[in-house]
């Protein structure tokens, strides 16, 4: 009996273990994507994503709230005839799944791996090109190891500082660390960069010059309360004089606080290669 009781056991164990790894295959290693009506399915790409095609009205797609690289998908009409699901990411991969109608059991969460990708790469037009080119030179920036220090302002408990400069193709990467040790939401307004002078006289107007962004990976809208987070923004290339500095400075919308942060031209010394 006691034999008997252990083989039922270990039979039970391998069953459940068969059916994890066979989930786990349908998950990660096939092109068949699920969904449902009453329940959202979000994909999780490895870069931003840029083009989608859908291949019928019976589903819904869209791009997650203030990210460019999660789409959420989602059925429109019940019992649809399976289609079929293009993205293109800046990375120049394709994606291609085809979609199926399941309440009952949809896929909930999928974090799409490069190996999922259609064994092509896509070509983009050059302004396309240049703006994916630029989007993965912020996520290397994202993933580098070392770090400056000193670079740093702290104002209303709000953190802002500079962990990394780089620079290609006359573009400065620009690697922050912001941070909310308070309780209240900081909504963002505006995240400036300007250059001013290092001394304001009395006789002539202080002057400033703004350095408007390329781009912002991932945009900044909302630092919630006790939190922290790294973005990269891309402005050009740029120099300044003994006597100015370059103004960093996060502003909160409908409110009062900010943040700033002074780099001299010592600081922008410390700028290294991408």
């Not at 273990?17 to 990660?28: H, R, V």
């Not at 969904?35 to 931003?48: C, E, G």
């Not at 083009?51 to 791009?63: L, P, R």
């Not at 309360?225 to 990269?232: H, K, N, Y």
Request: with cysteine.
């Amino acid at each position: 009996m006691k034999n008997l009781k252990k083989i039922i056991l270990w039979s039970f164990v391998l069953l459940c273990t068969a059916l994890q790894a066979q989930e786990y295959n349908e998950n990660f290693n096939s092109n068949e994507l699920r969904v449902a009506t009453n329940k959202t399915t979000s994909l999780v790409f490895p870069f931003a994503i840029v083009s989608v095609d859908k291949g019928s009205e019976a589903i819904v797609v869209d791009k997650a709230k203030g990210v460019e690289n999660i789409l959420l998908v989602k059925a429109y009409e019940s019992d649809f005839v399976p289609t079929n699901l293009t993205i293109v990411t800046a990375d120049g991969n394709l994606y291609s799944f085809i979609v199926n109608f399941n309440e009952s059991n949809p896929n909930i969460n999928r974090v799409i791996t490069a190996e999922l990708a259609v064994n092509q790469q896509v070509v983009f037009s050059p302004e396309i090109e240049n703006k994916s080119k630029i989007a993965r030179n912020a996520n290397v920036c994202l993933l580098k190891t070392k770090f400056l220090k000193g670079l740093k302002s702290k104002e209303f408990d709000l953190g802002l500082q500079v962990t990394g400069i780089y620079v290609q193709d006359e573009l400065f990467y620009f690697r922050l660390h912001l941070t909310n040790d308070s309780m209240i939401n900081f909504e963002v307004d505006q995240l400036r960069f300007f250059i001013r002078d290092q001394k304001k006289s009395i006789r002539t107007a202080s002057q400033e010059l703004e350095i408007i962004a390329i781009g912002i990976f991932d945009p900044i809208t909302n630092l919630p309360g006790e939190s922290e987070i790294d973005r990269v923004v891309v402005v050009p290339k740029f120099t300044i004089s003994n006597k100015k500095y370059l103004i960093i400075q996060l502003l909160e919308k409908n409110g009062t606080r900010q943040v700033g942060l002074k780099l001299n031209r010592r600081a922008l010394t410390k700028i290294l290669p991408l």
